[in-house]
């Protein structure tokens, strides 16, 4: 994957480049090798494979609102199959 990174030298000096490696916590640790600082990263969101490059679907993070209305929804579902007080009672 490739990452585009803001790191900075020991002497101060910052830098923007594109790095790449097999992940995140990888460049991290080869950049603190050639004693850079990762000042930021952006990327790790496509793969280039000879020279075709595929971009990876991003996650979406879920909002506090929709993760309580799914787990309310999620609770009522359980219910209503598994024939909480209505008496039905349903076999696998």
């Given at each position: ?6 790191v900075?030298?020991a ?7 594109t790095y ?20 930021s ?15 990876l ?35 696998p």
């Amino acid at each position: 994957m490739e990452f585009r990174c803001r790191v900075a030298t020991a002497t101060g000096q910052v830098m923007e480049a594109t790095y790449a490696a097999e992940s995140e916590a990888r460049l991290r640790h080869e950049l603190e090798e050639k004693g850079l600082f990762l000042l930021s990263v952006q990327g790790g969101h496509s793969v280039k494979i000879g020279q075709v490059r595929l971009r990876l679907p991003r996650r979406r993070k879920v909002s506090n609102d929709e993760f309580l209305i799914f787990n309310q929804l999620s609770g009522w579902l359980q219910l209503l199959f598994n024939g909480a007080g209505m008496g039905v009672h349903l076999s696998p």
